[in-house]
């Protein structure tokens, strides 16, 4: 059975940084595409980031392009998303989630397994 765990959320003022991690256990990490995906109260899930299953190639929402970067170690089983310069508008519980296959998605439907989310919160 495919579980990803999340850690590293929290509550930051605007302009601070955190890094999420997600650790998946039960399948091989190494050879599907990642992705992060957030939902703030009251809107839909929505597309953060995305990895391929080597790390080569990766994809940004236009919202978060410039301050957040994902990556993964393959060696650590370990997907990270970095997020500098976190606005208000950042504020959401994000999920990590992952593909049956190796290439990039952008639409939470083309992920089979998902995390239970850590909330991140960003102060004015």
């Known amino acids: 059975q495919v579980q990803l765990v999340e850690s590293g959320g929290g509550l930051v003022q605007a302009g601070g940084s955190l890094r999420l991690s997600c650790a998946p256990s039960?399948?091989?990490?190494?050879?599907?595409?990642m992705g992060w995906f957030r939902q703030a109260p009251g809107k839909e899930r929505e597309f953060v980031a995305a990895?391929?299953?080597?790390?080569?190639?990766?994809s940004y929402a236009d919202s978060v392009k410039g301050r957040f970067t994902i990556s993964r170690d393959n060696a650590k089983n370990t997907l990270y998303l970095q997020m500098n310069s976190l606005k208000p508008e950042d504020t959401a519980v994000y999920y990590c989630?992952?593909?049956?296959?190796?290439?990039?998605?952008?639409?939470?439907?083309?992920?089979?397994?998902w995390g239970p989310g850590t909330q991140v919160t960003v102060s004015s």
């Open positions: 989630s992952s593909r049956r296959f190796i290439g990039i998605a952008t639409i939470p439907s083309e992920y089979a397994y």
């Open positions: 039960g399948r091989t990490f190494s050879t599907y595409a």
């Open positions: 990895i391929n299953w080597n790390g080569y190639s990766t």
